[in-house]
Every structure is written in C-alpha cells, then in structure tokens.
C-alpha cells in the first residue's frame, strides 16, 4: 500500500511540475533525468523470477515486453514499433515477448502475431504485479542478476515514449546515438 500510494504522490509531483513550468521548456536531458527518476521510483519492488530465467539474459541484459490478455492492441503495436527500430541498433535476439494469459494456447496466438518484431517469447503467467500494472503493455530490462531496470509503463507516461525507446535503451546497451 505504501509504495501504491509514494507512486501516486510522484505522479502528482511530476504533474504538478509540468503544470507549472509547461512541457515546452523541458528539453531532451531534462525529460531523460525526470524519466529516469519516475523509472526509478516508481518501481514496486523486486520481482523473483525463477533461476531458470537466468538462462535468457546470461549474455546481458534483455528488454521484455510484458502483455496481458485484453491489453490494448494499438498500444501493444506502438511499441512493436518502437522496438523493431530498436532492434536493428542493438540486435533483435535482445528482445523478449512474455504474456500473462489465462492458458499457453492465448498465449501462442500473440506470440505468432509478434513473431515478425520479437523472436524470442515466454509464457509466464503472473508477475505478481498490482493489477493496475497488468492492464497495459509494460516494459522493463531484466539484468544477469534478474534485477528489473528501466521498468517503463506508455500508458502512464506516453510524453516518454520516444525518450525511452530512443535515448534511455539505447543508452543502456552502451549506444548513444
């Protein structure tokens, strides 16, 4: 509950700063530091993935797109896009589609359907996230140490996205520009 309610107190802070200033003076460091800090402090807590997922990011760290049933099929789409453009920085195989859906066979139907922009896909049902989190498409960077990094929801921050999928990713697979 605490960490429910120091989210929704950073969100009124960040909007309450945008109110005041105008978006327009925000240039692009200053939306990548306000983006990391939401990143940052908006993270819920630890998430324990099984050992068996250290497999899949043994070689560095990996960007998952983590989808529920009935997640919103546009901005599920934006983000193929986004990453599609990612992917010919940084390699495609550095992409993960995981779903949490009422059965595998759900499952398989996306997962065929994002064959063409992510490779690599993972059935797992339940993240243990707030609900709230599992009703839109979410991102994040899983390390070696199966840490999440630069959880990221587009629904809660769209004046992010581009930041995020063009600065704030890139930046973390040691590319700059």
Known sequence: MFLLIRERNMNNLFNDI?????SEFFDDSLKIINLK??????????????????????????????????????CIEE??????????????NNFFLMGNFHDKKTFEIYKHNASMFIENSLYYPNLNLPEKFTQQPLLFVLDKKLNVRFLY?????????????????PGYFGITK
């Not at 945008?18 to 105008?22: E, L, N, P, R």
């Not at 402090?41 to 497999?55: L, Q, R, V, Y």
């Not at 929801?153 to 990713?169: A, N, Q, R």
């Open 153 to 169: 929801v587009p629904d809660y921050y769209p004046e992010y996205i581009e930041e995020y999928f063009t600065k704030l990713l």
């Open 79 to 92: 983000c193929f896009t986004y990453l599609n453009d990612l992917g010919n920085k940084i390699g495609q």
């Open 37 to 74: 800090a939401l990143i940052k402090e908006n993270f819920i807590g630890k998430i324990d993935f099984p050992d068996s997922m250290k497999e899949y990011v043994s070689s560095g760290g990996k960007v998952f797109l983590y989808i529920s049933e009935g997640n919103c099929g546009s």
């Open 18 to 22: 945008v109110q005041f200033y105008g």
